[in-house]
């Protein structure tokens, strides 16, 4: 069954059409890679996806929700429960440490304060990252930056976690650790992820590849 399926979305920005009648589902704990040139609509495509934009038309229905029948409001938190993020640039709050930049969503999604902390310090072990739960993101390398990113990503258990680019500001060798991760992730606790790339070495990895070109899936 079906973990998430887009169905027509269609978006325009002013008369440029930028997604045309894109459809696709993707099955709980696939690790799915969608690529395609520069400007096919990958990272508009995304956003929708993650409910952060809305589509001109078409549907997304994720965990059984139907994402656009909720009001801004419903979305935020459903967002916030079901859905995880990771950025080309990390996006950690600079003025916050390892552990609380992790910890943040939690907090917001109005958890349990010791279960969250818990949980944070155990998913910043098992990304190898406990020396350093008390950093500012200055003090850590980028490698190390985008995994707080990852577990801050994971901190809420979402249904499946949505990555732009993720590897797009690292070397080689902090590259291919963050896909390893990504496939560990999806053996340990059959993570969901939907990630963008122009990664070759990521995308011929993943489970799948969507292709984009033009504003539709290449079949
Ligand atoms: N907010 C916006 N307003 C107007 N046009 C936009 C906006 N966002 C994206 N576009 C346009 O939509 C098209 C698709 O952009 P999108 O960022 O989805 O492509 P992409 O495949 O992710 O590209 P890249 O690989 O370069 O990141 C591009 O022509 C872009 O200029």
Redesign the pocket.
Known sequence: MSLLTASNLRRA??P?P?LNEVSLSVAAGEVVSIV????????????ILGTLDRPDSGTVTLAGQDVFTLNDTQLAKFRNEQIGFIFQFHNLLPEFTALENVSIPGFIANRNEREVRQRAEQLLAKLGLTSRQGHFPSQMSGGEQQRVAVARALINQPAVVFA??PSGNLDSRNAEELHQLFFDLRDEFGQTFII?T?NEPLAALADRTIT?RD?QVVL
């Open positions: 920005y002013g440029l930028v395609g040139a520069s400007g096919a609509g990958k990272s508009t495509l995304l956003h732009d680019e963008v122009h984009l504003g």
